[in-house]
T-cell receptor, first 105, second 115 residues
Framework: GIQVEQSPPDLILQEGANSTLRCNFS?????LQWFHQNPWGQLINLFY???GTKQNGRLSATTVATERYSLLYISSSQTTDSGVYFC???????FGAGTRLTVKP | EPEVTQTPSHQVTQMGQEVILRCVPI?????FYWYRQILGQKVEFLVS????????KSEIFDDQFSVERPDGSNFTLKIRSTKLEDSAMYFC?????????????FGPGTRLTVL
């Protein structure tokens, strides 16, 4: 099956800082999503992004399918951005292990 | 905005008991899924369901698990005889087929605690 690796595993930021989260995958994909798991455990859809670039407010994502990676950018981070960010490759129904983001005031 | 709903939000049960977790997918979606997440671990795929039958299942989805779409709106996951290791968050998801690509929308989850 497709391997999905996320980095870094943990990230601590000061409020207002920018960050980049990475998702590497081992084979071609055409279904990739980013999620934010909030402190209550809910999985919030961020982006459906099998290729290209999308932006939604302070968040943006880029997937370079030919090079087998996707990036999630968070700009001007806020404490409410804290939680775990997962990428998921639904060609193979696989989630990465996640990046735990902590934003400090 | 349409959303996937799940009930109950939290279920506590005794080992060996049967539990049924319920989901109402987005109304025009055709594909339904169950995932689980053991505390602190990654989300794992259990099963996908289309046209009233299982289309794919993982190794986790053994004979203790079953899924059903009993009517036009509900999608259920049954665990026949719960074990301690079944304690996890269970997520239901649904998707519409759109030209070979599909975005999955997740419900808020049911936290199952087996004592």
């Amino acid at each position: 099956g497709i391997q999905v690796e996320q980095s870094p595993p943990d990230l601590i930021l000061q409020e207002g800082a920018n960050s980049t989260l990475r998702c590497n995958f081992s084979d071609s994909v055409n279904n990739l999503q980013w999620f934010h798991q909030n402190p209550w455990g809910q999985l919030i859809n961020l982006f459906y992004i099998p290729s290209g670039t999308k932006q939604n407010g302070r968040l943006s994502a880029t997937t370079v399918a030919t090079e087998r990676y996707s990036l999630l950018y968070i700009s001007s981070s806020q404490t409410t951005d804290s939680g775990v960010y997962f990428c998921a490759v639904f060609n193979d129904m696989r989630f990465g292990a996640g990046t735990r983001l902590t934003v400090k005031p | 905005e349409p959303e996937v709903t799940q009930t109950p939000s939290h279920q506590v049960t005794q080992m060996g008991q049967e539990v049924i977790l319920r989901c109402v997918p987005i109304s025009n979606h055709l594909y339904f899924y169950w995932y689980r997440q053991i505390l602190g671990q990654k989300v794992e795929f259990l099963v996908s369901f289309y046209n009233n039958e299982i289309s794919e299942k993982s190794e986790i989805f053994d004979d203790q698990f079953s899924v059903e779409r009993p009517d036009g709106s509900n999608f259920t996951l049954k665990i026949r005889s719960t074990k301690l290791e079944d304690s996890a968050m269970y997520f239901c998801a649904s998707s519409a087929w759109a030209g070979g690509h599909y975005e999955q929308f997740f419900g808020p989850g049911t936290r199952l605690t087996v004592l």
